[in-house]
């Protein structure tokens, strides 16, 4: 049997009704934060940034590709959320802004997420991070494709520039992030410490082997090929025309 994501469209509006017909739905937990679907291995979370009175005053944001939610309060679901790709399942996010955002009280189907952390308790709080959609030049969400041009052309009065673009996969960053966390891997700074909510899951994604290198598609090991880094470290790593490794920057840092 397929996958409920197989046959959604992404950026599309659904009401909780329209679901509720377009797949037969009777289960009543659709109508509440998170909806675990076992029989099609799929889990969809429902969420609303902006509370409205009488609404559990949650915290939720989503900045194009990092989704910061607050679980439920009881934490009975909080499992599935964790878990979803050691069970097998997908975990599929509808957001909106605020309830009456869209016609029906519905919500804009963003795709597929992958869980990346969490912390505390009645609420967790969770990371995730998205896997089908990027942002677009003023940061609203389009599909992945949509936002990864492999080249663009820029004219000017007294030249002409060419600039390439390389494919970054998402899936890729979710998983590095998942094996090593949001820390940086060269001097240990954490965004969520610093700026709190606004920080967390936030972090920059150093290939080691640069991007600009591959020819074609190249097969990229996450836990060998990739390591966070803050945007200070990032940078100190490529100021140089041959990229310092995480290592000698590191010892630079530490002999400080």
């Known amino acids: 049997m397929s996958k409920p994501s197989e046959s959604l469209d992404l950026l599309k509006v659904y009401s909780r009704k329209d679901l509720k017909e377009k797949f037969g739905i009777f289960d009543t937990r659709i109508d509440t934060w998170v909806f675990p679907w076992e029989a099609r291995s799929s889990v969809w979370l429902f969420v609303t940034k902006e509370k409205t009175a009488g609404m559990t005053d949650y915290s939720d944001d989503f900045d194009g590709q990092i989704l910061n939610s607050d679980g439920q309060m009881a934490g009975r679901t909080d499992k599935k959320i964790i878990h ?116 967390e899951g936030y972090i920059e994604v150093h290939h080691k082997n640069p991007v600009s290198s591959y020819e074609g598609e190249v097969a990229v090991n996450p836990e060998t090929d990739l390591v966070p880094v803050c945007a200070n470290c990032h940078r100190m790593i490529h100021r140089r025309k041959d990229p310092l490794s995480v290592e000698s920057l590191r010892t630079i840092v530490q002999n400080r």
């Open 84 to 199: 979803h790709m050691e069970d097998g399942n997908e975990l599929l996010v509808f957001f909106r802004n605020r309830k009456n955002e869209y016609p029906n009280s519905a919500f804009k189907y963003l795709g597929r997420f992958q869980y990346l952390s969490h912390k505390g308790e009645r609420p967790t709080r969770f990371v995730l991070q998205a896997l089908d959609i990027g942002t677009d030049e003023c940061g609203g969400p389009v599909p992945l494709a949509e936002c990864q041009k492999p080249e663009e052309y820029i004219e000017g009065m007294e030249r002409t520039r060419v600039q390439t673009y390389y494919e970054r996969n998402p899936r890729l960053r979710a998983e590095a992030l998942r094996i090593h966390g949001t820390k940086c891997a060269v001097c240990g700074f954490d965004f969520s410490e610093t700026y709190g909510t606004l920080g």
